[in-house]
């Protein structure tokens, strides 16, 4: 008969098997996001000025990894930036009406008033998009808000920006739709 194992070897191992595992799901996890990238997703972040961006916003969206052409992918990035854009948008509402500083109340009411502005860009985009409009030209004008309320914050450095991490993504995404809109997929 064979050796019985020790308490202290079985305990070794219990304490191992959750590594392991996270270890082996690790391993799966990026094998699946490495055939999320189709060729139509590369071509669009390798031209891109923000491409770790690109990658990140892409690499974890089904509509993206279904896209078959650049109207698609064009498509996928202005919803995705809509999206990101209304979850700020919500954002500033419950930190404008939480407020008490007047000041800062005041500053966050002016970067408020870009974001509502910022709908109708979206709107614009979405026409440009169907009517195969210049994209470069709308991004760049829904971008000059969005430049607008972060130099509300830069201008008024006592205030802080609880915004300025969601301000740069959008602002990438703007950038995103540019360069896509600006690059050759023929």
């Given amino acids: 008969m064979g050796r019985p194992i020790s308490s202290s070897s079985s305990m070794s191992l ?4 959750p590594y392991i595992f996270l270890l082996s799901v690790e391993i799966f996890n990026s094998n699946l996001t490495a055939n999320a990238v189709t060729p139509i997703i590369q071509r669009a972040c390798d031209s891109s000025t923000v491409k770790d961006f690109c ?12 896209a078959r052409t ?4 064009e498509d996928v990035t202005i919803q995705m930036a809509y999206s990101n854009y209304s979850n700020i948008a919500r954002k500033i509402v419950t930190v404008t009406s939480n407020e ?3 000041e800062f109340k005041q500053l966050y009411k002016k970067c408020l008033h870009q974001y509502v502005l910022l ?11 169907i009517f195969r409009g210049d994209l470069d030209e709308a991004s760049q004008r829904a971008s000059t808000r969005l430049q607008t ?3 509300y914050f830069y ?4 205030v802080s920006n609880p915004f300025a991490k969601d301000n ?17 997929f023929d």
Wanted: overall charge negative; hydrophobic content about 35%; glycine content about 2%.
């Fill in 14 to 17: 219990i304490f191992l098997l």
């Fill in 55 to 66: 990658y990140n916003v892409f690499g974890n969206n089904t509509m993206a990894e279904r």
């Fill in 70 to 73: 650049k109207y698609n992918i």
């Fill in 100 to 102: 008490t500083n007047p």
């Fill in 119 to 129: 709908k109708y860009d979206f709107e614009y985009l979405n026409s440009m998009l």
């Fill in 149 to 151: 309320c972060i130099n």
């Fill in 155 to 158: 201008y008024s450095p006592k």
């Fill in 168 to 184: 740069e993504n959008l602002s990438y995404f703007f950038e995103l739709i540019r360069d896509i809109y600006l690059t050759s």
